[in-house]
């Protein structure tokens, strides 16, 4: 057990529906990470939260965004969705600096 | 443009013997490298890493060897287990930077034959 939680485990949803994903990162870590993991591919990175505020992102698309909340669980939302979109989704936390904790992921089918 | 680099999409080997999986990355200022291992509906879990001031890292079984001047970096495995079949990412960040994400190549599936 990593520590790091991701509910829903599984989410169906049709195209043009909007979907929350969401983390709650280990005991004390302060920053979460988003990572879409797409059919044989590797991990892309989506976009960082530390704090509370955006430290980095990357290949994000427009329909998508993110924040973390005070109390530092974070929310992805994926809105206008389209079959690509279907992949796993992963949060990872870690504290300033070293490695990263992954949750076990949500599996996001467009259908 | 893909960063962190794994040319091996996958690699077969007898129970016993080492497993040897590489990784290339083109950004110099990566300086911290991580490998982490993969089952199936699973997270990944980190096994290893090295920092940029060492060129080998050894933990039991897992040794991360590193070759600065040649942005190249492998895991190996002894002796490989059929335990250890399952996905291996490398991944790369800048430690301490202003953000140190982990970039990540696209893995590789390791079948470990008994």
């Known amino acids: 057990d990593s520590g790091v939680t991701q509910t829903p485990k599984h989410l169906i949803t049709a195209t043009g529906q909007r979907v929350t994903l969401r983390c709650s990162p280990r005991?004390?870590?302060?920053?979460v990470y988003w990572y879409q993991q797409s059919l044989d591919q590797g991990l892309q990175f989506l976009i960082q939260y530390y704090n509370g505020e955006e430290r980095a992102k990357g290949n994000i698309l427009e329909r998508f965004s993110a924040q973390q909340f005070p109390d530092l669980h974070s929310e992805l939302n994926l809105s206008s969705l389209e079959l690509g979109d279907s992949a796993l989704y992963f949060c990872a936390s870690s504290e300033r600096t070293g490695q990263a904790f992954f949750g076990q992921g949500t599996r996001l089918t467009v259908v | 443009d893909q960063q962190v680099k794994q040319n091996s999409p996958s690699l077969s080997v007898q129970e016993g013997r080492i497993s040897i999986l590489n990784c290339d990355y083109t950004?110099?200022?990566?300086?911290?490298f991580l490998w982490y291992k993969k089952y199936p509906a699973e997270g990944p879990t980190f096994l290893i890493s090295?920092?940029?001031?060492?060129d080998k890292n050894e933990d039991g079984r897992f040794t991360v060897f590193l070759n600065k001047s040649a942005k190249h970096l492998s895991l190996h495995i002894v002796p490989s287990q059929p335990g250890d079949s399952a996905v291996y990412f490398c991944a790369a960040s800048v430690y301490g930077g202003a953000t140190n994400k982990l970039i990540f190549g696209t893995g590789t599936l390791l079948a470990v034959q008994p």
């Open positions: 005991s004390g870590d302060l920053s």
């Open positions: 090295i920092s940029s001031i060492k």
């Open positions: 950004n110099s200022m990566f300086d911290y």
